[in-house]
């Protein structure tokens, strides 16, 4: 079996798996989607930087652009198809994250273990293909 990355996310432990390439493609595909285009038009004219992360950003323009984007149903989905890929520790070992219980009251860890768990399945794409920054996967 395959080991997965474990991370601690506040005083939880976790367990990152790789997604399968091709869930991994359509995964990346729809994250593009939501996030790319605002990424993009939330960059400052004029800006002269060698990579995206070193960019002056408009924070607000990208939430403004990310807003015309967000599909309820579709941002609910890509939630659980990248934690479908994580696992939690219990008393009886590492189990399947459940979105409902898990983070009830803690919609922070939620925010923080996808951060981990994009990085984990893509930081060498975003790293050597878009030129970001993400810090070690």
């Not at 008393?91 to 983070?103: C, H, I, K, P, R």
């Given at each position: 079996?395959?080991?997965?990355?474990?991370?601690?996310?506040?005083?939880?432990?976790?367990?990152?798996?790789?997604?399968?390439?091709?869930?991994?493609?359509?995964?990346?595909?729809?994250?593009?989607?939501?996030?790319?285009?605002?990424?993009?038009?939330?960059?400052?004219?004029?800006?002269?930087?060698?990579?995206?992360?070193?960019?002056?950003?408009?924070?607000?323009?990208?939430?403004?652009?990310?807003?015309?984007?967000?599909?309820?149903?579709?941002?609910?989905?890509?939630?659980?198809?990248?934690?479908?890929?994580?696992?939690?520790?219990?008393?009886?070992?590492?189990?399947?994250?459940?979105?409902?219980?898990?983070?009830?009251?803690?919609?922070?860890?939620?925010?923080?273990?996808l951060k981990e768990a994009i990085k984990h399945n893509f930081s060498d794409f975003l790293a050597e293909g878009l030129g970001l920054?993400?810090?070690?996967?």
């Amino acid at each position: 079996m395959i080991e997965g990355k474990r991370i601690n996310v506040h005083d939880k432990r976790y367990e990152l798996y790789h997604m399968p390439p091709k869930k991994a493609i359509r995964t990346l595909i729809r994250l593009m989607k939501l996030i790319g285009g605002p990424a993009v038009a939330g960059i400052k004219e004029g800006a002269d930087k060698k990579t995206v992360t070193d960019a002056e950003v408009d924070l607000g323009k990208i939430i403004e652009k990310m807003m015309d984007r967000l599909n309820e149903a579709d941002v609910l989905n890509l939630i659980e198809d990248v934690l479908a890929h994580v696992q939690i520790e219990r008393s009886e070992g590492f189990a399947a994250v459940n979105l409902e219980t898990d983070f009830q009251g803690k919609i922070g860890s939620l925010f923080v273990l996808l951060k981990e768990a994009i990085k984990h399945n893509f930081s060498d794409f975003l790293a050597e293909g878009l030129g970001l920054k993400l810090g070690p996967a």
